[in-house]
């Protein structure tokens, strides 16, 4: 499943026991209902184990920030977990400043 817009680019693969979901482009305010309505849907499959691919994510905001770590409460609150897969650089640097490196679990 792929949903595109000018800014991001969502790519859910589900092998029927962990959902990674890629972000390619921006996760700002304008794209961020998005990304929280994709990992609601990933929650609501009953998938509990998620990854999320910040690879190709060029930018992410405050916004963007506030709905990965919703999502991280919602998967850990009901025993499940969350990963966040290969950020790029400048993505990492947000997470590091954030201290968010030390909430996710990060490969």
Do not use: W, Y
């Not at 921006?26 to 998005?34: C, F, G, M, N, P």
């Amino acid at each position: 499943m792929s949903q595109m817009s000018a800014d991001l680019q969502l790519e859910v693969h589900d092998d029927g026991a962990i959902a990674t979901v890629r972000l390619i482009g921006e996760l700002d305010i304008s794209t961020a209902e998005r990304v929280r309505n994709c990992f609601g849907e990933v929650f609501a499959s009953g998938r509990r184990r998620l990854v999320v691919d910040l690879s190709q994510l060029d930018f992410i905001d405050s916004t963007g920030l506030g709905v990965m770590v919703a999502a991280l409460k919602r998967f850990r609150s009901d025993g499940g977990e969350m990963t966040v897969a290969d950020p790029a650089p400048r993505v990492r640097k947000v997470f590091e400043l954030t201290r968010l490196d030390t909430e996710f679990s990060m490969t």
